[in-house]
């Protein structure tokens, strides 16, 4: 149990388009989900907080206009990088937990952003 | 603010070797919980364990064990007999305990790049 997916795993995509990705929980209902970002050879860097039917809440430093988080259903987060620039190419990775009082979180396996 | 230290980047071991791989925390919290995730070259993370601050026993899992220093604020992670399989990066993390049911965001370290040779 516990399995969440992204989609895609990998994209590539040119400067100045915008890429959606997705993030869902499979087998449980996620009321949070978080969404990070992964530099080669770095950590993971959270980026938003984002609650089911609310507007997420970002870490400070992280755009909100150019990265637009959505989560509108308990199993379903969606992340799109607007305007993509070679330097958004990273790893991203989102986690869901399954309610307020459940501390686990569950990770996606990522996914790879190629800007050219 | 809460910080994660790993030091040690990059860790080269022989298979069969033991390896220990170290992590220091800082938070303000009194309750908060510990982590140590493994990041193989496919990107996903596993996770390994979770350690409320409460709970100071160590803890064995098979060729894993883990060694939790509330004094030294410590939370060291041993693989005994490492195998070439266990080539990885690992990360520490942790979280403060959102009592309102709202948080639990997670603070990683930089990891450490394990690589275990024939």
């Known amino acids: 149990g516990a399995v969440v997916s992204q989609h895609p795993s990998r994209v590539i995509c040119k400067s100045g388009t915008s890429v959606k990705i997705e993030c869902r929980s499979l087998?449980?209902?996620?009321?949070?989900m978080f969404w990070y970002r992964q530099f080669p050879k770095q950590s993971l860097m959270l980026m938003a907080t984002?609650?089911?039917?609310?507007?997420?809440?970002?870490e400070q430093g992280v755009e909100k206009d150019k990265f637009l988080i959505n989560h509108a259903s308990l199993t379903l987060s969606t992340l799109t990088v607007t305007s993509a620039h070679p330097e958004d190419s990273s790893f991203y990775i989102c986690?869901?937990?399954?309610?307020?009082?459940?501390?686990?979180?569950?990770f996606g396996p990522g996914t790879r952003l190629t800007v050219t | 603010a809460q910080k994660v230290t790993q030091a040690q980047t990059e860790i080269s071991v022989v298979e069969k070797e033991d390896v220990t791989l170290d992590c220091v925390y800082e938070?303000?919290?009194?309750?908060?919980?510990l982590f140590w995730y493994k990041q193989p070259p496919s990107g996903e993370l596993v996770f390994l364990i979770r350690?409320?601050?409460?709970?100071?026993q160590n803890e064995i899992s098979g060729r894993y064990s883990w060694n939790f220093q509330k004094s030294t604020s410590s939370f060291n992670f041993t693989i005994t007999a490492s195998q070439v399989v266990d080539s990885a990066v690992y990360f520490c993390?942790?979280?403060?305990?959102?009592?309102?049911?709202?948080?639990?965001?997670?603070?990683f370290g930089t990891g450490t790049q394990l690589k275990v040779e024939l």
């Open positions: 938070t303000r919290d009194t309750t908060y919980y």
């Open positions: 350690r409320n601050s409460f709970d100071e």
């Open positions: 993390a942790l979280s403060e305990v959102e009592l309102t049911g709202g948080g639990n965001k997670l603070t």
């Open positions: 986690s869901a937990r399954a309610g307020p009082w459940r501390d686990e979180q569950y």
């Open positions: 087998d449980f209902q996620a009321t949070t």
């Open positions: 984002s609650n089911e039917g609310s507007k997420a809440t970002y």
